[in-house]
């Protein structure tokens, strides 16, 4: 597919990884539409795409619920009447292991709680399903289309992230299977599984100790630049012969 001209879609781009390729997209001569869930942050974002020269708007929706899901589509789809590409990145993380046991008395003192567990499901899980489901329903019309959910390596299990590892398993599984289901009606579906990114919330919040541990742990040795994931998402809409596969992009790392 032809980047110039095209209708993308990017879910959870108001910063992060999201803004990363919806701005690499956008200076490519796509039309982007840019949705979050923060609307100063998603106005900001919009206003400095639009001074770059960038062709785009900004839908505020929250992707766990259904009726913003299929809004969000919808909106999406009038701004230059068709949706091309729907890159399904938005996501949270709440962190927390399985159950805490004290040191001393070997006894159990927490537990991940339900609120934690099903935030993450609702948001990284359900929120891809509706918003890949209302954007496959309009490419069926068109009978083209590009589909890319974001996943994480963290989908091959990673201590202190039950939540988000099973969220982001199930994710690569839906891309999967995806494929083959829409594969007819011209639809490409193709995910990506980032490795440790250098975003701006990971370079400014993380402790310093804990961000150099992580590096050593990188087969290449440095974190992932957020261009390098938006690079991949141009690769995966240009190459009309990628789908049915959840590119990892980490560095050689595997958790």
Known sequence: MELKGANILVTGSAGGLGKAMAYRLGKAGANIILSDIQKDKLDETVALFQKEGIK??????????????????EEASAFQGSLDVAILNAGILRDGLLIRVDKETGKVKGKMGIDQWQSVIDVNLTGVFLTAREAAAKMVEQKKGVIIPIASIAMHGNSGQTNYSAAKAGVAAMT?????????????VAGIAPGFIGTEMVLKDMNPEA???????????????PDEIASTAEFIIFNDLVTGVVLEISGGVRI
Do not use: Q
């Not at 259904?66 to 809004?71: G, K, N, P, V």
């Not at 999967?176 to 490409?188: H, M, Q």
């Open 56 to 73: 785009t708007t900004g839908i505020v929706a929250n992707v766990a619920k259904e009726e913003d899901s299929i809004r969000l589509i």
């Open 176 to 188: 999967v299977t995806w494929s083959k289901e829409l594969a007819k009606f011209g639809i490409r």
């Open 211 to 225: 961000l150099e541990k992580w590096k050593s742990i990188i087969p290449v040795g440095r974190l992932g630049e």
